[in-house]
């Protein structure tokens, strides 16, 4: 066996998925005891249970889990084996390691939402196309796309985690377990419908509100997933202004 693969350690990719697991659900059970977002996730439950009452939507959201599911394969398969470990080491490391995975892969989701799904390039504007039909989405509707969408951004978050091993070492399952619950959760909100903008949440319901902007329709920006911080610098942020959500 190559001396890469003498670190191949499946346990730690299985911890990582149970560990994930379980962070979801209690977040999930505990978030469920606040009102507001008891309140916001009835509301994304109603949305959806009307969306499946059309024929053509849940066989895309199943194509879409497929799509995600088996980059998901290939994530905790070969990728996650390779590039994380049980061994924990600081507070700080698991902070640095959170923000370093999540604003590399975010940069390189801009490029590819902005210049491949939005692009010159006919075919997988097509495949974009697919989830750009949900003009006012919910929570469930992150899986209404093209299953080649779901794919290809599960995997480029696999390669941002197993890139950046090879620059930092190993990642602390810690930290790879509240990554990956940060990057679902902030996917999921991005396009749920979360209507409360008064504080505290006012932050969550413009990092809602920013991503349905973009379903606007299909020339607007906003194509960061985890933060609009690129779509800042490189000119693409859309406001009410440019993309006011009374279109929908």
Request: charged share 15%; no cysteine; proline share 3%.
């Amino acid at each position: 066996m190559p001396a890469f693969f003498s670190e191949y350690n499946i346990f730690v990719s299985i911890g990582s998925l149970a560990g994930l697991v379980a962070l979801s659900l209690v977040v999930f059970y505990s978030m469920q005891l606040i009102p507001t977002f008891k309140e916001a996730n009835i509301a994304n439950l109603n949305a959806n249970k009307k969306m499946r009452e059309k024929s053509f939507y849940s066989p895309t959201v199943r194509n879409g889990m497929l799509g995600s599911g088996l980059g998901y394969l290939v994530n905790y398969f070969i990728i996650l084996p390779l590039t994380i470990t049980f061994e924990f080491t600081s507070v700080w490391n698991v902070l640095f390691s959170i923000f370093i995975i999540l604003m590399v892969y975010d940069f390189f989701y801009y490029l590819m939402h902005r210049f491949l799904f939005h692009g010159d390039n006919h075919f997988f504007k097509t495949v974009h196309a697919v989830h750009h039909q949900m003009k006012n989405p919910s929570r469930g509707d992150s899986s209404y796309l093209h299953w080649l969408e779901g794919t290809m951004g599960v995997l480029l978050f696999g390669f941002t985690v197993g890139g950046l091993s090879l620059i930092f070492g190993k990642f602390d399952l810690v930290s790879i377990v509240i990554t990956m619950w940060l990057y679902q959760e902030i996917n999921l909100h991005n396009h749920a419908i979360f209507e409360t903008d008064t504080f505290p949440f006012k932050t969550l319901h413009k990092i809602s509100a920013d991503h349905h902007r973009h379903h606007v329709n299909f020339n607007k920006g906003n194509y960061s997933s985890i933060t609009l911080l690129y779509d800042w610098i490189f000119g693409t942020y859309e406001t009410e202004e440019t993309a006011p959500l009374k279109q929908l």
